[in-house]
């Protein structure tokens, strides 16, 4: 092997992994990433001569490029993900579990000479502020260039964070992260290794797909993507899949949750985290402006994250959360001027966008970001599109890749080692019928419960049937690296570790009526519904008790200047009938016969009072 090392580490363990790696998949070169100014503007000059990017118009979007992958890669792949532990149960019966040993064997077949003719870049990253008690940091090995300036954007990313690693080790600096992992080894290879003299294709990637996680190594090996969270493994497959691991022993919480900070005229602020599944709106929710009778008293509110909170009981008593990413991976279909300003902002300049349209005048289109469609584009398989042509010109899981520092409502504190401290955790999914538009849980335990038995109609966020209502546990059912019922125990316990207790509510911006119209305006109103959720955080009555829970009362709810919404549109949304919950009741029994064995006895006596409150 020929393989240039252009830098390294004075970390031993390090670069002997990475020497290995190099050994193994036989790269032409290895490149560590310093995640300067510099090695974006090279990376994504270069990205742009290979035809994985177009430069879009710098008068219209500077520094931002759209890429345009394959069609056949363009969403995680659930059913290519697994789970490695010794044991199946470990995992349990809502992930694919894989014996670490032979998938250790097959992935070092798979990754044999895999990036042979390609850079191997090394990518050191640390998921959280750096001095952050939950901080982790990872080295990420990869053949691609587009997950390199992805990475810059999504994590702390380059020379700093290789330098707090040796520091930690050399003891320079004390290591004060948890965990007993120096660093998370993330290897990465889209599959596609180039011979001699082969030209190479703007989106390479393998049918042959694996995302694998050894939670005992606190390893991850990623094959035959470029795509999103099968890629940027700092993601799903650390902040959630492993980091949920590493949280279940040291006491703490890895969630798939936007944060976001409500302030009040007041001048008092609360922090709440919500958990929905991919697509389901947390970018919307995260980044929501006050509608005018609101902002016109002065409230505001403020993100500080859109997708994961990492979680733990503080020396104060309360839960509070980081967010371990520094940006945004959203979806761009239904993002404009007026359901998501905050997110158009945030991508003007510097951002990456992958699978939507290009317009004549070298700037994005996708449905939604106008009222009139262009009368041309070239739509993301990279064809002329014209209206009525029949296909659409973005993906529907086309996304916009954006640093949260450009976000015009992030708050002050989202860099804070120490989080923000949580009052109230929202769970909430997509559903026609049902599910009223937001609910109360009585206490903690039945809190757990309402997340724990969350559904939602799926989304395009993953490969799989659109539109049917799964079972989605707190939104991680793709996310949990372990048994879901004893991430469930996982739940009740950490209440032992908190004297002040957040409340728990369960929205749904989704319900519809008779004529399959949304019941609810949703996007900037939900925050008639936060403000509820506020007072109740608060200690306000506002409400009164229901056999699901708490509801607000009409008179405690404010629609004040809202058009067309009557006291009995109030009744519809949130309305609760016996008929419909005796039937989620009974499929919400599907779920907890598959996690029987791990199933806390709690849960089961949850749903035996909710049937007795249903009879
Ligand atoms: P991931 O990044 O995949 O984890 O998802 P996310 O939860 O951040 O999804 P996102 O915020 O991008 O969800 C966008 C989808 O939710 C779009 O289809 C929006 O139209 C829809 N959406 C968001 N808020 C609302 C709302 O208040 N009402 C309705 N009806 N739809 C909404
Ligand atoms: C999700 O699917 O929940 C996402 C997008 O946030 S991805 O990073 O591709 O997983
Ligand atoms: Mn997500």
Redesign the pocket.
Known sequence: MNTQNTQGTSYQELQTWVDQMATLSTPKEVVWCDGSQDEWDRLTQQLCDQGTFTRLNPEKRPNSFLARSEPSDVARVEERTFICTKRPDEAGPTNKWADPVEMRTLLTDKFTASMAGRTMYVIPFCMGPIDSPLAKIGVQVTDSAYVVVNMRIMAHMGSHVLKRLEDEVSGSTPKKRDGHAQFIKCLHSVGAPLAEGQADVPWPCNDDKYISHFVDAREIMSYGSGYGGNALLGKKCLALRIASNIAREHRWMAE?M?ILGLHAPDGSKTYVTAA???????????MLEPPKPYADKGWKTSIVG??IAWLWPHEDGKLHAINPETGF???A???NWE?NRIAMESMTANAIFTNVALTDDGDVWWE?LSKEEPAHLIDWTGLDWTPGCGRTAAHANS?FTAPAKQCPTIDPEWQNPDGVPIDGVIFGGRRATTMPLVYQAFNWGHGVYVGATMGSEM?A?AAGTIGKVRRDPM?MLPFCGYNMGAYFAHWLEMQRYLTHLPRFFHVN??RKDEEGK?L????S??MRVLEWIMKRCNGAAAGHETQIGWIPNYENFNIEDLPDFSKEDFEKVMKFDRHEWRAELISQGELFIDLYDHLPKELIFQRELLAARLV
């Open positions: 798939h936007l929905f599944p991919s697509a389901c709106g947390k970018t919307n929710l995260a859109d997708d991976f959203g979806v279909p239904g993002t359901s939604g996304r989304t966020a939104a911006w989704f949304f609810w305006p949703g996007f109103e939900n």
